[in-house]
């Protein structure tokens, strides 16, 4: 029962997709591929759920910003799984990562994805075996989510 109640709210979560935010410009990390468009399709669904039930811990690093995010709550981590999309994202060529992020259960890194934030990009892309393999709309929830720690850190450093 609990893990169709759990099913049924990551489905309904990943119905919400936006569009591209306004933000600063990404770091000169360009994915990899041929000019053009890049797109991977959707990270399993399962693995999302796995996540969910057993995440102990969510660290974030941006290249621009001053400042990573840190989660080890479980419900912290949930609202961030739950800025992931259901539908692929479908990447220009010229889209620069704006961060990466993992996630853990019991002290190991079993996802990561970069972190796509600009405007005309905004996503992530996730990795297997160290290369990208899937990507991920980001939820309207998610682009407020990021717009909202890019504003404090602005304000906090007066940019």
């Not at 309904?12 to 933000?23: Q, R």
């Amino acid at each position: 029962m609990i893990r169709s109640t759990l099913a049924l709210l990551l489905a309904l979560v990943f119905c919400a997709c936006a569009p591209s935010p306004k933000t600063d410009e990404a770091p000169d990390t360009t994915p990899p591929g041929a000019a053009g468009e890049l797109s991977y399709p959707s990270i399993d669904f399962d693995r999302l759920v796995y996540l969910w039930e057993n995440a102990t811990y969510m660290d974030a690093t941006f290249y621009t910003l001053p400042i990573s995010i840190n989660q080890s709550e479980l419900n912290q981590i949930r609202q961030t799984i739950a800025t992931v999309g259901e539908d692929a994202l479908i990447l220009p060529a010229t889209c620069k990562a704006t961060g990466h992020i993992w996630f853990q259960v019991n002290g190991i890194n079993v996802e990561e994805a970069d972190i796509y934030f600009s405007s005309g990009c905004v996503g992530y892309v996730w990795y297997e075996e160290g290369k990208p393999a899937y990507s991920n709309q980001m939820t309207e929830g998610g682009i407020n989510f990021y717009n909202n720690i890019i504003n404090s850190v602005q304000q906090q450093t007066g940019q």
